[in-house]
């Protein structure tokens, strides 16, 4: 099932008229201009609820505390075999179902761990689990659709898109203080270049050019994964004054960059690109940039030390 289908079949026939009349006017009108408690008590008591039957939904203790990383362990629980056995229990379309309860008491989950975490505050709609996270960050303030990401990780049009996914680009990326971050090595002379590196090549070299990084945390590609890449060659960055890590490896498909902090994996870019000529990353002060080329035509590509 798509994300519209999931909507339309499990969600809309329990909207309110109005709302059903102009959806459009229900997702951005504020249901609580007077800013009642009670409305934000009613958000916190389904997130509640959502941690409460955490367990029996997944069968396992997620270990929901409210943090950044409990929606990285929600979001690698949420698979289409969990929501077709969801989907099938009690009527479709009713209040009863639950996947509508799933989905409405851990969209207010997801919202309660950005407002906790990230100084953001709920925004009300009608219904109300169509309300918005209003966070502002680095990148400006805007209203986050936290129920919407629930249907569309849940949906089979955009598979491989998680929750985490959303949570990490709309929310943690946004709100990074990579200033912050411990330093893991010194960036004192250049590091060498890696050779058709594989999984377990690629650990010794870490463990012996930068030992302060321990681990390349759970987000890292897997050993199947990373071979499936079949990178010719990986180069090594130190940045943001030893914070961080950069992996810059070429396949025959185009430039894959990944950053490693001190807990392990942050984020990782493909930029699609020629073989040959093979592609450069340099350092410049603040900022990495990445010469390509593509269809022959050089292109250009700069973003800040900690990434996009």
């Not at 008590?41 to 409990?70: C, E, I, K, P, Y």
């Not at 075999?81 to 309860?101: Q, T």
């Not at 936290?146 to 709100?175: I, M």
């Not at 499936?228 to 914070?243: C, N, P, Q």
């Amino acid at each position: 099932m798509k994300a519209e289908d999931l909507f339309l079949r499990f969600f809309f026939p329990l909207y309110p008229a109005d709302a059903r009349a102009d959806l459009a006017k229900a997702r951005t009108v504020d249901a609580n201009p007077g800013k009642n408690s009670a409305i934000r008590m009613h958000l916190g008591d389904a997130a509640s609820t959502f941690v409460n039957n955490a367990t029996t939904l997944f069968g396992a203790d997620l270990g929901l505390d409210g943090s950044d990383a409990s929606v990285h362990r929600l979001s690698a629980a949420l698979t289409l075999e969990r929501r077709d056995a969801w989907a099938a229990i009690g009527d479709v379309g009713s209040a009863d179902n639950a996947l509508f309860n799933a989905v409405v008491h851990g969209a207010a989950y997801v919202g309660a761990c950005i407002v906790r975490n990230h100084h953001a505050e709920w925004s009300a709609r009608r219904p109300l689990w169509e309300s918005v996270v209003r966070l502002q960050s680095r990148a400006g303030e805007g209203d986050l659709a936290v129920f919407h990401w629930w249907l569309k990780s849940l949906g089979n049009d955009e598979q491989g898109v998680t929750l985490a996914d959303r949570y990490r680009a709309h929310v943690e990326e946004p709100c990074a203080r990579p200033e912050e971050l411990p330093v893991i090595a010194s960036p004192v002379g250049a590091l060498p270049r890696l050779n058709r590196p594989q999984y377990n090549s690629l650990h010794k070299y870490l463990r012996a050019h930068v030992p302060q990084l321990r681990d390349v945390g759970r987000d890292f590609p897997s050993p199947e994964r990373f071979a499936a890449l079949d990178l010719g060659w990986i180069d090594f960055h130190l940045v943001g004054g030893g914070r961080m890590l950069l992996l810059a490896g070429a396949s025959p498909k185009g430039l894959h960059l990944t950053w490693l902090s001190a807990t392990g994996f942050e984020k990782a870019v493909f930029v699609a690109c020629d073989a040959v000529p093979a592609p450069i990353v340099r350092l410049q002060r603040e900022r990495i940039v990445a010469v390509t080329s593509e269809h022959g035509r050089i292109r250009t590509h700069e973003m800040l030390w900690w990434g996009p």
